[in-house]
């Protein structure tokens, strides 16, 4: 590519990111967070999380209204963590699913009319299905997919699909990539023109997942500290917001973990549902009071994990979120080998459903509101004569703790969001929820 064609598309994405600065601020803010990179012949647009690749030819032939509409699209796919998604959903009908989804949030939240795109209608809605789209889960979209996307040839699938999915979950290789915009920077940079390694890719690609509830957060805040949607200096409001109820609900659903916490968390799981030798043990990590195993490349095994979540009437919204974040943290770093229940209880427990996935966690909605009783977790096993593999209580321990005989021998790991309350038995990792 020339210096007068890296030119063109560096001011047509600017131009989009001003635009959206004004029609939906959140979008434009996170689109300074990603690299922009001009990939000859891909297939339209694609993104790993910190890149968004496109075809040059195929940004160019974009309508403005267009092009804002399809970054936001890659930006939905990076927030809404379409990309981080495991090998089993790498089929088709997942990204149609997900596209449909977040069409329709776009849509739906204002950010867009109904545009028609250059290829065709864009997808948001499916026949038969009153609901929107957007308020529901994967899981449930595609349980309404009645084709396979995957029996399609190329040209009918890309009449569904709005872009590519070739980067979701890392970086193939390729040559030829050229860097037209870097991140956080509208600047003409220097290394216009030259190849980006298959190893920066991948590099940025590890980098991205770990930075974008921070980014969110970032800019929710700055936002809310300047101008906000109920705050227009002329007392209006034009229906955007410069933060949108979409928006809020998913900066609320990526709230960061807690890294402190969270590693003795995967140790402890790692003990139980991995086919560890624990001799000789790994003694990198002996300062944190912890023996790991050593890997002896043996192969890891799926056992259940029961989680438990304190939703007594002491347990705050604030609190409940963070918890569900971490829930989704030890999720994605378990992935495809960790098989879990979740359930919830205050003086009652709950019956746990089962969850292996983020989708099938966000889709499991809280229940209780009452008193704290700790035993109606152990009660209910008993009742239910289930034995799992360890037990994980999220809870303000503001309640009497049972004797550690109920447990029946099962590991049982306390989170605690309180600092003045340590479990009398089994393990227990303080979650500071500030």
């Known amino acids: 590519m020339n210096k007068n064609q890296i030119q063109k598309l560096r001011i047509k994405i600017e131009k989009s990111r001003a635009r959206l600065m004004e029609s939906a601020p959140m979008f434009g803010l996170l689109l300074m967070h ?216 998913i900066i609320e659903k990526l709230r960061r973990p807690r890294i402190d916490w969270r590693k003795i968390l995967n140790d402890f799981i790692s003990e139980q549902v991995s086919d560890y030798s624990f001799s000789p043990p790994d003694r990198r990590f002996e300062e944190t009071g912890f023996y790991l195993p050593d890997f002896n490349e043996k192969e890891l095994v799926n056992k259940d994990v029961l989680f438990m979540v304190d939703t007594s009437g002491s347990v705050d919204d604030e609190t409940l979120a963070a918890v569900y974040s971490e829930l989704k943290g030890a999720l994605l770093q378990h992935e495809e080998r960790l098989c879990g229940k979740l359930g919830f209880f205050d003086s009652e427990a709950t019956d746990p459903v089962p969850m292996s996935s983020v989708q099938e966690l966000m889709s499991i909605v809280p229940v209780g509101g009452g008193g704290t009783d700790f035993y109606s977790v152990f009660t209910l096993l008993d009742n239910k004569n289930e034995t799992p593999s360890c037990i994980i209580i999220f809870t303000d321990g503001e309640a009497s703790f049972p004797p550690e005989r109920m447990a029946r021998g099962i590991p049982v790991l306390w989170i605690i969001v309180n600092s003045n309350v340590t479990a009398p038995w089994g393990k227990t990792v303080i979650m500071n929820n500030d």
């Open 34 to 249: 990603v690299r922009f990179v001009a990939v000859p012949g891909m297939d339209r647009i694609s993104t790993n999380g910190a890149c968004i690749f496109f075809d040059p030819s195929y940004m160019n032939k974009l309508k403005d209204e267009e092009t804002d509409f399809i970054l936001c699209h890659q930006i939905m796919h990076i927030i809404c963590e379409d990309i981080w998604r495991p090998k089993s959903l790498s089929f088709s009908n997942y990204h149609y699913a997900c596209d449909l989804k977040n069409n329709s949030n776009l849509i739906f939240d204002r950010a867009f009319d109904r545009i028609y795109w250059i290829e065709g209608k864009i997808q948001y809605k499916l026949p038969g299905v009153e609901a929107k789209l957007g308020d529901m889960s994967i899981r449930e979209i595609l349980s309404y997919i009645v084709f396979d996307l995957d029996n399609f040839d190329n040209a009918l699938r890309r009449r569904y699909l709005a872009d590519s999915d070739v980067y979701w979950g890392g970086a193939p290789e390729a040559f030829g990539c050229t860097l037209i915009l870097d991140r956080d920077s509208s600047d003409y940079i220097d290394i216009l023109g030259e190849d980006i390694s298959l190893e920066e890719k991948i590099a940025a690609n590890r980098a991205g997942k770990d930075e974008w509830g921070e980014i969110l957060g970032m800019i929710n805040s700055s936002i809310r500290n300047g101008k906000g949607a109920d705050d227009n200096s002329d007392g209006s409001n034009n229906g955007q917001g410069y933060v949108s109820e979409l928006m809020q609900r």
